[in-house]
C-alpha cells in the first residue's frame, strides 16, 4: 500500500485517465485531507467527454484521449492553461499576443487545432488566450479530427477547458497565495456550499471562485494582471431533474506587451543577442486588454434508467483591443527597426443551444448506445483594425520606447472595418454497438449548415466586396473499432474526417480566405492500444496516425495575385504515454511525440512571383516533444520531483530558410505538509536558465521565461 498526504503527483498529465466532466468536484480526498492508497495504474475506466457524446471511457474510445484532472493541475502547480497543456502529449503552445492561444498538435496550428470551453467552440484561435488554471477543473485533448462532434475545424485535435462547477458538498473550502521571480503573484480562493442548514434537506448548492494573478513580466516595462471570478448554482428541482447555472467572467490587461526579439542577422539558425534578451521594443503605452463573459444554464433530466435528456443554453461575451508596436528587426548599422503600428478591437458575441439524448437499448440483439442531438449557435464579431506604414529606428543600447499615440495614421483612433455573422445548425448521432464481449463499433455522423455572412466597411474592391454571404453544408463522421485483449488491454483502429475553412476562422474569414471556395477536408486513419502492466502499478498508450488535410488555400502557381483550393498538407506521426510507480516512493511519467509533417502541394507569393513550399515543414512544427517527471514520496509529510521537456527546432518561414532552435528545459520543486489543512511547495523553472524560443515566425523570436523560483501555500478545509 502507498500512502499519500500532499499534492503528490497522482496521475500522469498525458495519460488516458480522467473525472467525468460533470461529476462533482472531489479534491479533499486525493490531496491534502487524510491518507489515500495511490491508484493502481492509469484509471483508463472513468467517463471523458470530449472523445465521445456517450460517456465512455478512455478504453472504450477509439481514439487518443489525454486528460489533466484538478489533481494532475494542481501537482504541477500550473499557473494557467497554457502551462496545463504543454504538459499534454504531443502538444506545442504560446502566448504572444497577436496569436492568442498559439497551439501546435499533430502537425497542424491555430485554426487546425480546436480550443473548446466547456464543449464550446467559438470559432477563433485568438478567442483563447490562457485562462487562470484556479477555476479550470480539467482540460481533455483529443487527437486528429473531430468535427463529427464539435463542428467545423479541428483537424489537428480538439482541446476542451472544462471549467470547475458547485458539486453536493456541504463545504469545502480551499485557497492559494504564490509569490515568485520578476513579482510573479496569485492569490486565489473557492468555496463550495450546501444552501440548507440541514444536509439532508440541501436541495442547492453554490460554489464561487476568484483568483487574481500578477506580475512585472521577465520582460522590461512588460506588466500583466488577471481576474478571474466563477460562480455556479447547483439545484436538484427533483429526484430526476437537476439544473446548474453558471457564471463566469475573466480580464486580462497587459501593459507594453512583448511581441519577440529581433534576430540576429545573417543566419539560418535564429538566435539573438543574449546582452539585450529582456529589452522590449513596444511602445512605452502599448496595450493588450481582454473581457470575457460567460453564462450557461445546464439542464439534466433523466427520463429512465436507459434515457437522458441533456440541455446547454449559453452565452458568450467578448471585448479585445490592442495598440502596440508589433515588427522589429536590426538593420545594417546594428539598430533595430520598429514597424507594424497596430490599433485593433474585436467584439465578440456568441449565443447557441445544445440538446442531447443519450438512450440506451439492445439492436439486433446486441448492446447498444445512442446519442442523438442537435446543435445552433449564432456568432457575431466586429473588428476595427487600423495600421499605418510608419517606421523608426533606434539605438538597442540607449532609446526612448516612444508613445503610441505619437505615431500618425494610427493616433485618429478606431475605424470599423469589418462585420462577421456566423450561424451555424446542425444534427449529430453517435452509437456504440458491442458486436462480442470484446469487440465494439463506434460510429458518428454531424451535419452542419453554415452560414457566413461579412460586411464590409472599409474600401471595397473585387477581393473586398462591401457585402459577401457563403453556405455550406459539410457532412463529418468517425468509425472506430475497440478490442479487448484482456481486461487490462485493448486495441482500436479508427477512421475519421473533418471540414473547416480553406483559410482564416469562422469568426474573422475575409472574402480573400473563403471566396467562392468550398470547406477544405480532413481524414484521419488512427490505431493505437491502451493497457496497464506489471500488475497495475504502470499504464501506457500508444497511437499512430496519418492526417491528410485537403483543399485548403494557396497562391496560384499561375497567377500570384490570386488564390485558388488546392493546397494539401499530409502529417505522420507516433503519441507514446506512460506511468510507473518505480517503487512504492518513486513515481516516473512520460510521453513523446513524433509528427513529420509535410506540404504535398503549397504556392506562395514571394516579390510578386508565386513560389513552390512543397515538401516543406508548417510553421512552428515542432517534429519531436517529449515530457518527463519524477517524484519521490520520502515521507507521508515530505515530496520533492525533477521534469524536463523537450521541444525540437522548428522553421519560422515557409521557405524552411529560418530555423529556431531546439530546447531543453529543467525544472525542480519539494512539497511540506504543515498540517492537514496546509501545504507549502517550492518550485524552481527553467533550472538551466536556457534561452529559448517558445514561438518563431520571420525575423522575431518569442522568447521563453528565463529561470524563475516561486513559493506556494495551498490549503483546503
Request: with cysteine.
Amino acid at each position: 500500500m502507498i500512502r499519500n498526504t500532499s499534492l503528490v503527483l497522482l496521475m500522469g498529465a498525458t495519460c488516458t485517465c480522467a473525472w467525468a466532466a460533470d461529476a462533482p468536484l472531489e479534491l479533499s480526498a486525493t490531496t491534502i485531507d487524510g491518507e489515500r492508497e495511490a491508484p493502481t495504474g492509469v484509471q483508463l475506466d472513468e467517463p471523458i467527454r470530449t472523445g465521445s457524446r456517450l460517456g465512455l471511457t478512455a478504453r472504450e474510445t477509439p481514439a487518443s484521449v489525454s486528460v489533466s484532472d484538478r489533481r494532475v493541475i494542481e501537482a504541477r502547480d500550473a499557473k494557467d492553461t497554457q502551462d496545463v497543456i504543454n504538459a499534454m502529449t504531443g502538444v506545442n503552445a504560446s502566448a504572444n499576443p497577436g496569436y492568442g492561444g498559439f497551439v501546435t498538435y499533430r502537425g497542424f496550428t491555430q485554426n487546425q487545432v480546436t480550443q473548446l470551453f466547456n464543449g464550446i467552440n467559438l470559432g477563433y484561435s485568438s478567442a483563447t488566450r490562457p485562462v487562470d488554471a484556479w477555476v479550470i477543473d480539467r482540460v481533455e485533448l483529443l487527437g486528429g479530427p473531430s468535427s463529427f462532434l464539435h463542428g467545423a475545424g479541428a483537424v489537428g485535435g480538439s482541446i476542451n477547458y472544462i471549467s470547475k462547477l458547485a458539486s453536493r458538498d456541504q463545504q469545502t473550502i480551499d485557497g492559494r497565495i504564490r509569490y515568485g521571480s520578476y513579482d510573479d503573484a496569485e492569490f486565489a480562493f473557492g468555496i463550495n456550499q450546501a444552501l440548507a442548514d440541514n444536509p439532508a434537506d440541501a436541495r442547492h448548492f453554490a460554489r464561487l471562485d476568484f483568483s487574481r494573478s500578477q506580475g512585472n513580466g521577465y520582460i522590461d516595462r512588460n506588466q500583466r494582471k488577471t481576474d478571474t471570478l466563477a460562480f455556479s448554482l447547483l439545484s436538484d428541482l427533483t429526484p430526476d431533474l437537476t439544473h446548474t447555472l453558471a457564471i463566469e467572467y475573466q480580464e486580462d490587461k497587459e501593459d507594453s506587451p512583448y511581441w519577440g526579439s529581433p534576430i540576429l542577422p545573417g543566419r539560418s539558425t535564429m538566435k539573438i543577442d543574449k546582452h539585450r534578451r529582456f529589452e522590449n521594443y513596444n511602445v512605452a503605452d502599448g496595450r493588450y486588454e481582454q473581457r470575457v463573459r460567460w453564462i450557461r444554464s445546464l439542464l439534466d433530466y433523466q427520463l429512465s434508467d436507459s434515457t437522458s435528456l441533456h440541455n446547454t443554453l449559453y452565452h458568450y461575451q467578448a471585448q479585445r483591443d490592442y495598440r502596440n508596436v508589433e515588427r522589429y528587426r536590426y538593420n545594417g548599422d546594428g539598430n533595430v527597426a520598429r514597424s507594424s503600428p497596430y490599433l485593433q478591437s474585436h467584439q465578440q458575441s456568441v449565443l447557441g443551444d445544445r440538446i442531447e439524448l443519450r438512450h440506451d437499448n439492445h439492436l439486433f440483439g446486441l448492446p447498444s448506445q445512442w446519442a442523438l442531438g442537435l446543435d445552433w449557435s449564432h456568432m457575431r464579431q466586429s473588428v476595427y483594425p487600423t495600421s499605418s506604414s510608419w517606421t523608426d529606428t533606434v539605438d538597442p543600447d540607449h532609446f526612448d520606447p516612444g508613445s503610441f499615440d505619437a505615431i500618425p495614421g494610427v493616433n485618429q483612433g478606431l475605424t470599423k472595418q469589418r462585420r462577421h455573422v456566423t450561424s451555424n445548425r446542425a444534427l449529430f448521432a453517435e452509437n456504440r454497438l458491442e458486436l462480442t464481449d470484446r469487440l465494439a463499433l463506434l460510429t458518428a455522423l454531424r451535419y452542419d449548415y453554415l452560414d457566413m455572412e461579412v460586411t464590409n466597411y472599409g474600401k471595397v474592391s473585387p477581393t473586398a466586396p462591401a457585402f459577401f454571404e457563403r453556405r455550406w453544408e459539410p457532412l463529418s463522421g468517425r468509425i472506430g473499432l475497440t478490442y479487448a485483449l484482456t481486461p487490462a488491454a485493448s486495441l482500436y483502429l479508427q477512421y475519421s474526417t473533418a471540414a473547416d475553412l480553406p483559410a482564416g476562422s469562422l469568426a474573422a474569414a475575409t472574402y480573400s480566405n473563403v471566396g467562392l471556395f468550398d470547406l477544405s477536408k480532413g481524414e484521419q486513419w488512427e490505431a493505437g492500444s491502451k493497457f496497464d502492466f506489471l500488475d497495475g502499478r504502470g499504464a501506457a498508450t500508444v497511437a499512430v496516425y496519418q492526417i491528410v488535410r485537403k483543399d485548403f488555400a494557396v497562391t496560384d502557381s499561375n497567377n500570384p495575385n490570386q488564390s485558388v483550393q488546392a493546397g494539401q498538407q499530409t502529417s505522420r506521426g507516433i503519441e507514446l504515454s506512460g506511468r510507473l510507480q518505480v517503487t512504492p516512493k518513486l513515481l516516473a511519467e512520460a510521453n513523446y511525440a513524433y509528427v513529420h509533417a509535410r506540404y504535398d502541394d503549397f504556392n506562395e507569393a514571394v516579390g510578386g512571383v508565386s513560389v513552390s513550399r512543397k515538401g516543406n515543414a508548417p510553421v512552428n512544427v515542432p517534429a519531436n516533444v517529449g515530457n518527463l517527471w519524477l517524484t519521490y514520496s520520502f515521507t507521508p509529510d515530505w515530496s520533492a520531483g525533477v521534469d524536463a521537456r523537450y521541444v525540437d527546432s522548428v522553421y519560422a518561414d515557409n521557405a524552411n530558410s529560418l530555423k529556431a532552435p531546439a530546447y531543453t528545459l529543467f525544472g525542480a520543486f519539494a512539497r511540506y505538509r504543515l498540517d492537514e489543512h496546509t501545504t507549502l511547495t517550492g518550485r524552481v523553472r527553467n533550472l538551466t536558465d536556457e534561452v529559448y524560443a517558445k514561438q518563431a515566425y520571420n525575423t522575431q523570436y518569442y522568447m521563453g521565461a528565463p529561470r524563475t523560483f516561486e513559493l506556494a501555500m495551498d490549503v483546503r478545509f
